[in-house]
């Protein structure tokens, strides 16, 4: 018997914003025959919308249509399909919008953030194990990022869940399938900040406020955020930024330079902007790192002093998934989390239900949240 259940479904990309008018997120009835091998069923307890499911929505990046947005989720497993070994009927998990199939060479290296087949699944819209789980009547409705949170039920691969630790509520859990990883995980893996370094990170949204408790917990000396909303950036001195730098018309960089007599160590281009990454790229010190992780829209022209690299030993570094690796990385920072020490609780601005969705994608659009929940 196949199951029913409310998902909130993307047929069109680029709709005009209001979205809570143009709604591109409509509530459906879609269904699943449920997992197959190596599958799960979980009910969704806490999706949370980050910047790539408006990407999704504004089409800035193509997804096959339909599609089920969602991609940063916690639940409870309510079936498996034959042969699950990495969790059981009624585990709590953290969906990983990365599967991590384990065998291939990325995978066996350790660096599974690399997965080449979880990126050509995930790119299809379909599981790791080929094709969708959902339907609209007799049509196919596609996955995103191998999951479609947005809904009271997913279907995914086991290969892309983490156990959650004990005492960890849902809507906690749920962050630390995206903004975590992507965040803190990228100046603590990818950058390797370490105890007494200075930092710059331009965006102060949710992977930006995350990346600032990172560097927060890695012992960065200094801690400067770039944004160009003051109120973003009061929230940041609250998060445990040192300074905080208001850029007006492209002026970020100067004021860090000033500040910092030079630049600092490493500079994090969070915002997915071409400006801000124009910003980090002059924020950080000769012989510094640059780190981008905003993902700027693709068709965004872009020139490089090359001449300046050289002569600013400048290293350049791209960061998908903050360079972890989920299976190892998201159960020592939930670790982190109930010790005090990354407290991502504060990412957390707004509640909502699934029926207001495109209301969240409105403020995700105009800047007025970090992380918003989404329950269904
Ligand atoms: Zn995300
Ligand atoms: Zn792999």
Redesign the pocket.
Known sequence: MPLHFKAAVLREAGLPEPYAQSRPLRIEEVSTEGPRAGELLVRIQAASL????LSVVNGRRAWPMPIVPG??ASGVVEDTGPGVTRVKRGDAVVLV?QPQCGICPSCVSGDAYLCSPGLQANRSGGLLGGGTRLRSGDSPVHHH?GLSAFADYAVVSEASVVPVLDGIAPEIAALF???VM?GAGTVLNTAAVRPGDSVTIVGAG??GSSALLGAKLAGAERIVAVDIDPARLETARQLGATDTVLDEGGNGAAQVIELTHGGTDHAFETAGTLGAFQTAYHAVRRGGQVVTVGLIDPKTPFSLDVAALVTGAKTLRGSYIGSCNPQRDIPRYMALYRRGLLPVDRLITHRLPLTEVNTALDRMASNGALRQIIQP
């Open positions: 980050c910047r790539s499911d991609h940063e919008f990022m399938g995206c903004a992507c949710g992977v």
